[in-house]
């Protein structure tokens, strides 16, 4: 886990409603999992299981 954190600062963290906004309208626009990995400093894991919790699709791009 400390080597997650150090690599993505928010690893482990719960997701905000602001951070579950956000994502989705970014995923909306198109945007790819590497740059929602930078924005939200969570791992490629994090945000794909994130997406299909929030629209119920997988995220493949």
Same mark, same amino acid.
């Given at each position: 886990m400390a080597q997650q954190k150090a690599m993505y600062a928010n690893a482990y963290e719960r997701w905000t409603d602001e951070d579950d906004q956000r994502l989705l +309208?970014? +995923? #909306?626009?198109? %945007? %790819?999992? #590497?740059?929602l990995m930078q924005i939200f400093a969570r791992n490629k894991g994090a945000i794909k299981s994130r997406i299909l919790k929030l629209t119920g699709k997988e995220f493949y791009n």
């Amino acid at each position: 886990m400390a080597q997650q954190k150090a690599m993505y600062a928010n690893a482990y963290e719960r997701w905000t409603d602001e951070d579950d906004q956000r994502l989705l +309208y970014l +995923y #909306s626009q198109g %945007k %790819k999992i #590497s740059e929602l990995m930078q924005i939200f400093a969570r791992n490629k894991g994090a945000i794909k299981s994130r997406i299909l919790k929030l629209t119920g699709k997988e995220f493949y791009n």
